[in-house]
């Protein structure tokens, strides 16, 4: 078992351009989300999927984020025209259930 | 206000020391999760704990419902236990876990 899988761990862009970042969750985890992680807010819900049906996108910026589950085995969260405040640690988590959490290493995202 | 307060904000320790993270909450509970990340690395699931006391090695997590709060004890601390502990409280029929603002503990040699 290889834990949840964040690719890339690290990606730098220029302000204005698109940023994807995938997660590969752990296999038979029926629950995936995505958190963003910076020194001044601390960790930050984004969106939750379950059985790859999105189920709340609350903590989603609504106008460049966007986060797609096509299948059970990877979970993309887009960035669109990124600015520098989109600068975070970009965490993905999956779990059987409401218990424990299984986060992977995250992606390190640079806007320039 | 704040549904999770977490102390203290940083812990310097010596290494061999005891440490005591508290969680304090206001809303109910389903369960109290308690993770460490080092600096740079991912966040690494330490408890869940809904409620008594849990024992992994020389950490053990104490959750008290009607008192509210939730701890993290670190027996004869090591230089490795060095990091950021982060509790997050898992709410009733919520998925939505509630963070603490984490304690940094540096453990020094």
């Known amino acids: 078992n290889a834990g949840v899988i964040q690719t890339p761990r690290h990606k730098v862009t220029g302000k204005g351009q698109e940023a994807t970042l995938w997660c590969e969750p752990i296999s038979g985890h029926s629950a995936v989300f995505w958190y963003r992680q910076t020194i001044v807010q601390g960790l930050e819900f984004l969106t939750y999927?379950?059985?790859?049906?999105?189920?709340?996108d609350s903590g989603m910026p609504k106008e460049r984020f966007s986060a797609q589950m096509p299948n059970q085995s990877h979970s993309t969260l887009k960035i669109q025209s990124t600015q520098p405040q989109d600068s975070a640690v970009y965490l993905c988590?999956?779990?059987?259930?409401?218990?424990?959490?299984?986060f992977g290493a995250g992606t390190r995202l640079s806007v320039l | 206000g704040q549904q999770v307060q977490q102390s203290p904000a940083s812990l310097v320790l010596q290494e061999g020391e005891n440490a005591e993270l508290q969680c304090n909450f206001s809303?109910?509970?389903?369960?109290m999760q308690w993770f460490y990340q080092r600096p740079g690395g991912s966040l690494v699931s330490l408890f869940y704990n809904p409620s008594g006391t849990k024992h992994s090695g020389r950490l053990t997590s104490t959750t008290v419902i009607k008192e509210r709060r939730s701890s993290l004890h670190i027996s004869s601390s090591q230089t490795t236990d060095s990091g950021t502990y982060l509790c997050a409280l898992d709410m009733d029929s919520n998925y939505q876990l509630i963070w603490g603002s984490g304690t940094k503990l540096i453990i020094k040699p």
């Open positions: 809303t109910s509970l389903n369960s």
């Open positions: 988590a999956s779990s059987v259930s409401q218990n424990t959490l299984y």
């Open positions: 999927f379950r059985n790859q049906a999105p189920i709340d």
